[in-house]
């Protein structure tokens, strides 16, 4: 078995930010939980990795292994990438597998929580004794999921865990299967701000946010480059993951009177602070989310479908993207499940295909193989070219995304934009 990185215990216990969450015991308790279940497998997993264990049946199929938030405070992006990988499966296997062996899926429940996902992966890898793995969904899930994966010497691609941290600690099987982390996300939508006249402009900026170690940093972000463009800050405050009643947040809000409102949103709180915005009659010029706008017709839904009118946010992937595979991986979508398909599906997608290439390129499921291919080469995805940083780190940019009479469309980067128009200001609600 390939050694961890030097002093992962001590990595992970000091580099665990204090976050909490409903059924989970924050990163540090996820830290501590990683550390122990490492240590008391390491013997029955040393030696035991896929590329070391003689295969004399190649019929027999790949397995993947991958532990999923079906229930849970994250159970809506965690369907959504269940389905993405199911729709790879079933086209890699139409089209005879990967290494002429059948795809089969072996997904576990970790039902949002940390403890069960150390648990979920350390099982995966040394018991059922898996071909590969990838990743669960959010920065909260991935960082322990990882850490197991990386005692044992697995690659492992994830394809939604952006936050910083995840990074600052010498992995060397970790991949980030999207363009940019966390603290990257908003940096196009300050490339549009920069290109309005200075009239234009936000003059006041809120910044309300989840206390999510993927959606803080990327309003963060923003908010300090905004402040170095002269935009003036009248409200930036951190709220619990499990706030449903957004009233106070938005009454605050409307009393500020900002240009711009900028959320560090998941999904259910993007929904909670419109309606409740939308209740006081308040609504800002410029309106940004993470991550909940990409939620298809959920987030349409959950607020009405003129109420989406004029709302930015940055993405890695877009429907009518003429990247590989993405028009067949949206037409499969849809097939199985009569339904547009969400980014966080997308996401998993390509995850899965960055798994395949560097599989295909090496000719075998040999770990270290296919983690030296994938630090050295670039994977079209229908995210569009992958491509990373020794850390495991992305190099690439999102794009910035706006809904417009009821869908999606590109407003930036211009080369790669699907309309030219951008609507500006945000209309009233509906």
């Not at 997904?107 to 793995?133: F, G, P, R």
């Not at 969904?137 to 910083?164: C, I, Q, T």
Request: proline letters at 7%; charged letters at 20%; glycine letters at 8%.
């Amino acid at each position: 078995m390939t050694a961890s990185s030097p002093g992962q215990s001590e990595i992970l216990a000091e580099s665990a930010p204090r976050v909490t969450r409903r059924r989970g015991r924050g990163w540090r308790t996820a830290a501590v939980a990683v550390v122990a279940v490492c240590a008391a497998t390491a013997l029955s997993a040393c030696g035991q990795r896929p590329s070391e264990i003689a295969k004399s049946d190649t019929g027999k199929p790949i397995v993947v292994g991958i532990s999923l938030p079906l229930t849970g405070d994250f159970a809506q992006p965690g369907t959504e990438a269940k389905r993405g990988y199911e729709v790879w499966r079933d086209m890699v296997n139409a089209k005879g597998g990967i290494l002429g062996r059948q795809v089969q899926l072996k997904i576990t429940d970790d039902a949002s929580n940390q403890d069960t996902v150390v648990a979920d992966y350390t099982k995966l890898i040394t018991q059922d004794k898996v071909d590969l793995l990838l990743g669960t969904f959010s920065s909260l899930l991935n960082y322990p999921a990882s850490a197991v994966a990386e005692k044992n010497g697995m690659v492992f691609v994830e394809p939604a865990g952006g936050a910083p941290k995840m990074f600052e600690r010498g992995f060397k099987y970790l991949f980030f299967a999207q363009p940019a982390t966390a603290p990257h996300q908003a940096d196009v939508f300050i490339d549009w701000i920069k290109s309005l006249p200075e009239a234009d402009r936000p003059k006041t900026a809120a910044y309300p946010s989840q206390d999510d170690p993927f959606a803080h940093p990327v309003v963060e972000s923003m908010q300090k480059q905004l402040e170095a463009l002269g935009v003036q800050t009248v409200y930036s405050s951190l709220y619990p993951a499990d706030t449903t009643n957004f009233q106070s947040v938005a009454s605050t809000l409307a009393s500020k009177k900002p240009d711009l409102i900028a959320q560090g949103a998941v999904f259910e709180d993007g929904v909670g602070l419109v309606r409740a915005l939308k209740q006081l009659d308040y609504s800002p010029k410029i309106l940004f989310q993470t991550s909940a706008p990409s939620n298809a017709g959920q987030y349409s839904d959950g607020i009405g479908p003129a109420n989406t009118e004029g709302v930015f946010y940055t993405v890695s992937w877009n429907e009518k993207a003429s990247t590989p595979l993405n028009a067949e991986f949206v037409a499969g979508y849809k097939k199985a499940y009569s339904a547009d398909p969400a980014e966080d599906a997308a996401d998993a997608f390509a995850a899965a295909q960055v798994l395949q290439a560097a599989a295909e390129k090496v000719g075998s499921i040999d770990q270290d193989k296919i983690r030296d291919w994938l630090h050295a080469n670039t994977v079209d995805t229908i995210l569009g070219p992958l491509s990373w940083e020794a850390t495991g780190e992305p190099k690439g940019r999102f794009l910035l995304a706006q809904w417009q009479s009821g869908k999606v469309e590109v407003v930036g980067p211009a080369d790669v934009a699907t309309t030219k128009n951008v609507v500006n200001p945000k209309p009233g609600w509906k």
